[in-house]
Every structure is written in C-alpha cells, then in structure tokens.
C-alpha cells in the first residue's frame, strides 16, 4: 500500500462494482444462515470487511460460476454449501475485496503476500533483480493499473478460489515468466551457429524409415494423456522423476514405475504397428534398430502436436 | 493470458495452480493433464511454480521449540545409554570375577572329596591299634573318642568313609596329636609330616600341643587358622600332587605296614597316630607298594624334587617349612623354604644315609635329643610352646641319627 500511495496510485473501485451486477440478482434461496457461516469461516473479520460485503462477494462468485453447475440449473441449498466449502473462502473474499479496492483489503493482502511474492519471483527467475522486477509489474497489475477501454483491469478477479492465493500468484508470476522468456528468446542472436555435419547415407532403406516414422506417430498418439505428460516431461522438458511427481502428487517411485510401463508400451505399439505394415518381427525389431538420425522424427512436434479445445475461455487477448 | 507459446489456449492460472495443488476434480484434472501433455508452456509454468514453492518452503523459518527449564536432564539422556551400558559391563565383569573365584574356590575345596575313601589304618602295626582321640570322622574333631563312639553311633555313620575305630583303644593314646578337621575332607587330617604327595607344604599341620587342651581359645583360634592354612594348602598341593602322581618312584625300602589299600594308587599320609590312605580314582598295583609306612615317622615315599647334585631325591623330611632331602647317593640337603632353595648339609654321621624323617613325637623324642638343641627352641610363653620338630637319618646299617634343625645330627 505504501508503494501504491508512494506512485500516487490508489484503488477507487468499491466492492459493490467489483462484484459486478451479480450482487443485484441474488438468489433467494441462498441462505441466510449459510452466509453467516460463510462470513466467519472467510476470517474477512479480522481486516475489517463488513458482513455485507462480505455476502455480496460471495454471492458474485457463486454467480459467475452458477455454483459449478452448468447452466439453466438451479442450485440446491445442499449445492450450495458443496460449492462454497470447496473454495478458499478467506483467499476468495480477500482476492476480490482486492479487486474491488478495498483498502482493508489491500493492506492484509500488502502485508501477508507482498514479501512471498518477491520470494517466488525470485526463485522463479533466478536473480534478485529479475524476481523482484517481475513482481513489482505483476503487483502493479493486480492493483488494476492496466486498463482497457478505460476500465481497470485486476486479475486477481480471475482468481476463484480452487487453489490457494499464493499458488496462484506463483502461477501468474511463472506464467508471466515464461512468456517473456519465449518472447525474448527469439530475439536473442545465435552466437555460435555449427552447422550439422552432412548426414551420411542412411542405412536403413527409405521405406522402412517412412514405415518407422509412421508407426512411432500412431503409437506416441496412441499413448493416454499422462503418459504423453511423463514422456514430454522426462524426455523433452528433462524434469527429474521427482520434479514430475510433485506436480502430480506421487511418489517419485510411481511415476518411474509409470514411465517405464509407458515406453515400454509405446515400443510394443511401434512392434504391433511395423507388423500390422507388412514387417515380420524380426524386421520390425531390426528397424526399431536404425539410428534415430536417420529418421525424420520430431518427437517435440509429434507429442506437442495436439491441440485442446477444452481452454478456449482461457484464449489470450 | 499470453498467446505467445504455439498453442492458442491454455489453462488459466487458478486451473494450473489448483492442478498442482490436487485441487481440481477428476474431469478437470484430466483436461489440464491433457493439455500439459501437449504443452510445453504450461509445463513450464507448473514446474516453475512448484519450484517456487518449493523454494518458499524450504526459506520459511523453521519453529523452534522453547528451551524447557529442565533442558540440561535432557542434555543428560544421552549420556544415558552408554553409562548405563557401561555399568552393565562392569555388574558383568565383577559377577564373572566372583563366580570364578568361587569355581576356584570349590575346586580347591572338592579336590578333598575328590578322594573316594579315607581309611585310617594304624600308623605301626607292631603298636597297639590306637583310637582316633576326636572321632575322626567328625568335622568337628573336638570331642574325645574314647566313650563317645559307643554313645553316639549316629556320629559315626556319618562318616561312612572311615573305618571306625578299635575300641579297644587304650586311653593313654589320646594324647597323641589330635587330627585337625579339615574342611572339605570326612576325615581327619593326619598329624606331623605327610608322605610325599598328600601335603608337601603343610608344615606341623596335625602338630598340636598336649596342652592346647587346657587352653580352649588358644586351641580354637588355632584350629581355625590351620583350618584355613590347610585349605590354601590344599589348593596349592591339588596340582602338585597330581604332578607328582606322573613321577611316582620305585617301591623304596621302607617299611610296609597295614593293609593296602585294594585297586587304587593312594597316597599315604602317615603320623604317629594314624594314617590316612587316599584312594585316588586311576588305581595302579604297583603304586600300592610304595605305600608304605614309617611307623611313629614320617617320610615323604615318592620324590619328584631334585636336588642340587642334579640327583633326584629318595628320601624327603619336612616338618615347619624346614625341609630334608637326601638324595641316590646319600648327601643330605636341607630346605628352609619348602624346597625352593636347598643347601647341601656335611656328612655327620656314618655309612649311607638312606632315608631321612620326622619324630612326630617330638617330644618323646625331646630327651633324646641332644640338650642345647633343645634349649635353643625359642620359648612362647603365651602359649603352650611348640616342641621343636626332631629329624632322624637312616644310613644303611639301621643306625639312627637325631637333630631338630636338620644341621647339626648327633648318633642317637
């Protein structure tokens, strides 16, 4: 707050605008008693948030999501209850009460996470400078400095709670991260440019090497998405087993396990596809013996190649 | 969101977090897996984050538990386990120290029972048979045995081991040296000297003076100091004797007097009163003829010293750590320390000396001896004085020759 008041910045927007008009088509099945509930569970007390407050950022997000419902359906009260227990409700209330400007908010929100997230920016660029120059620009732009067809525009409103607060300011910062990284990658000059030697005549004929590269693409698309994960994961991203397994909260021991089971399974497929091209196994073994610079691969292309339909809301702007 | 990475749509920043988190149902879980399959961006993304938390929980201060006021007996339970092993090595180390010092000790004390049989047989033959004076086989040994053996037969069966006294004992011999008990053994030990592998080191152990009889606490006190001397004596003697066993001698020329113990190869300790015939378990018939018996004396019959003229000894007196030898060819050798250091005495007598004993009786044996030896046995006038021990050499023609310091010999 004080390096917003020190830029002579401050939020102007109130609760009741940053909870949208949502607050005005309350439900009237909500419960009364479950909003008190929910009001002291979210602990927006001990900063000082009205109840009221407090009901209309509740009943915003239950709105925009219609309770994880899908639409047109009417929400029980038992519903109700589910959706609201399965948010941080404490982390929901302060990232819109951030949103919306409150101040009560900001100064909890200054003094609880400001420090954590130039720690996470820092470990996430590796330098002090970078870190803590890449969460200023993001502190800046929670704080709505952005604006788009002159209205604020604070992404903590993205925020809904499924996670926690600080994961998902992590997140946002390894995303912002990563972005400018790709961006500026490009435009790094390519110091030392060997050019690849001339390959030498493949030994492998051609055909077999069409028929390889066939089988490999069918048998890698063939593979379940986890198993497409660990492979791009071990493989292209070179994470360790247990760098994978705390993204997927398992034992390192597991996804070993699962990683083996997953190329052994994509070789057996590339086996059964050769054989299912007109190969006898033993030519389909032999073939699996060429040497992989002889094939025109691109494992990174083949297992990246797929495109989800399912984050379209999540399009860039 | 950016649309820079080569896919146009990625999961927002609450899918990917809630993601990594386990947060998201199972549907949704699979949509954001699916799609981090495909893309390295939001890979990227996770793995960073993760990272970043990872790293933010690793730089979080770790509570530290106040420091309790009693801390320093913390401190001290550590120390705990070694002292405690320790004070169990040293409880181990001294409960075995003690139970080997006991084994010792019982072994030392069952060599005694060891012996099968004691027989008490009388000391001379040519002598009227003479009652034990203490009921010998009584461990106790202090009561007269001369009208207690018919009163009390329970006494008596309780030493099965020895043979009951005549009882037609004549009273006059009760003043012949009592037995000593000795603890370990039924019977009583024999009094003066005792034939060689019985005792060597015993000295005076059944020498008892006539008149500790009117001196009950002196005699007491006595009793039990060489009840303990006769145990450590005992201990000592057990290897000795077994060593001595291998060098048994030739029967000797000594007198043969009683019956021979049958089936076994005994060791005979002879005194004026009685003798007692071990019987050891490895019985040889040949070994029964050593047994032989020197009537009133006392002679060692199997000699395994060696003397300083390189010969080994056939005759062997001991009485009060003073010792005498003589060897194959006659020369006396005296002994002032139970045999470890010999001096060789000159020859005061004639002929060949063949055997060399102790008077028991030393002091019947008193008034033959010569007058200032006799004056020259210190005097203890607080207790009964002891009779100096008196010696006899044997030369070859039967002639007898007395001293009581094994020095001096004077023809009797």
Known sequence: ?317 | MSATSQHEFHPDADSLNAFAEQALVDRERGDVLAHLAVCGRCRQVVALAREAAEAELAASPVPRTPIRANSWLRGWRLALAPAAALVATAAFAIYFHERDAERTAEMAKSEPPAITQIEKIPANPAQPKVAPPAAAPSAKGSQPASSDHALKPPLRRAAPAAVPPPPEAPAAMSQLPMPLPMPGAESAPGAGAREEGSVPSRANGGEMPRDEKSMPAVSEFKQEQRALESQRQQAQTAQSRILAAKEWPPASEQDTSGPPPSNAASSVESSSAQLEVRVEPSPSLATKKQLQLGGLFSARMKIPTRLPSGLPAVSIAEAEHCMLAIDREGALFLSQDSGNTWEHVDRQWTGRAVMVRVHADSTAASGAAPAAQLQAAPANPGAAPSPPPLFEILNDKSQLWLSTDGKIWLPK
């Open chain 1, 1 to 317: 707050m004080a390096y917003l008041e020190g830029v002579g910045m401050a939020p102007t927007e109130s609760v009741a605008s940053a909870a949208g008009t949502a607050i005005d088509a309350l439900p009237p099945a909500l419960d009364r008693a479950l909003l008190q509930e929910l009001w002291r569970a979210s602990e927006a007390h001990t900063w000082h948030l009205e109840q009221t407050e407090c009901d209309q950022i509740l009943i915003a997000t239950a709105a925009e999501s219609n309770y994880g419902l899908a639409k047109d359906v009417l929400a029980t009260s038992q519903q109700q209850a589910a959706f609201f227990r399965g948010l941080r409700l404490a982390d929901v209330v302060l990232a819109r009460a951030c949103a919306a400007g409150n101040e009560r908010a900001w100064q909890h929100f200054v003094a609880h996470y400001r420090q954590p997230l130039v720690r996470a920016a820092i470990a996430i660029t590796g330098s002090e400078a970078l870190g803590r120059e890449l969460a200023d620009q993001l502190y800046a732009e929670l704080y709505g400095l952005t604006e788009r067809d002159g209205e604020r525009r604070c992404p903590l409103k993205s925020y809904r709670g499924r996670g926690s607060l600080m994961g998902w300011l992590r997140t946002t910062l390894a995303q912002r991260h990563v972005d400018h990284h790709r961006r500026t990658r490009r435009e790094e000059p390519i110091d030392e440019f060997d050019a690849p030697a001339l390959d030498p005549a493949p030994q492998t004929q051609p055909r077999e090497l069409s028929v390889l590269e066939c089988a490999i693409e069918m048998a890698l698309r063939a593979r379940d998405a986890e198993e497409r994960y660990l492979l791009a994961a071990y493989y292209l991203d070179g994470q360790t087993l247990l760098e994978i397994a705390r993204v997927l909260g398992v034992h390192e021991a597991t996804v070993s396990r699962k990683l083996r089971r997953a190329t052994d399974g994509a070789r057996k497929q590339v086996l059964k596809n050769l054989q299912s091209s007109g190969m006898s196994r033993r030519a389909a073994e032999e073939a699996l013996g060429a040497d992989p610079r002889d094939l025109d691969v691109n494992l990174k292309k083949l297992l990246q190649n797929s495109q989800t339909a399912t984050f379209k809301e999540q399009a860039a702007p």
